[in-house]
């Protein structure tokens, strides 16, 4: 079983950032998609950033601009840089790999995901 550790929620004001951190014990072969998602389905996640195995991004739009997600491949580590906090941003985060992305919509299938961390941005 995979284990997923979330780091970096919190509470900020309006205009304020974050940085959300997520260690893999282990990232199987399969799954080549990294990524944040917020509260969604557990099988299909409607996602925030996502990030391929060859190091492409792709952002939901309402965050594009704001948020850079980033990876340390070697430390099988995750990151959401979290900028120009709006108070529309407030929500639990999931941060997962899959080995599917219907990337139209950034909606990840099946993988590993955390638990989930909260962040809430007041106004």
């Known amino acids: 079983q995979v284990s997923v550790v979330e780091s970096g929620g919190g509470s900020v004001q309006y205009g304020g950032s974050l940085r959300l951190s997520c260690s893999f014990s282990?990232?199987?072969?399969?799954?080549?998609?990294w990524g944040w998602v917020r509260r969604g389905p557990n099988v299909a996640r409607e996602g925030g950033a996502a990030?391929?195995?060859?190091?492409?991004?792709k952002y939901a739009d309402s965050v594009e601009g704001r948020f850079t997600i980033s990876r340390d491949i070697a430390k099988n580590t995750l990151y959401l840089q979290m900028d120009n906090l709006e108070p529309g941003d407030t929500d639990i985060y999931y941060c997962?790999?899959?080995?599917?992305?219907?990337?139209?919509?950034?909606?990840?299938?099946?993988?590993?995901w955390g638990q989930g961390i909260q962040v809430t941005v007041s106004s």
């Open positions: 282990r990232v199987d072969a399969k799954n080549v998609y």
């Open positions: 990030s391929d195995s060859k190091g492409r991004t």
């Open positions: 997962g790999v899959a080995p599917r992305l219907v990337e139209s919509r950034l909606i990840f299938i099946g993988g590993d």
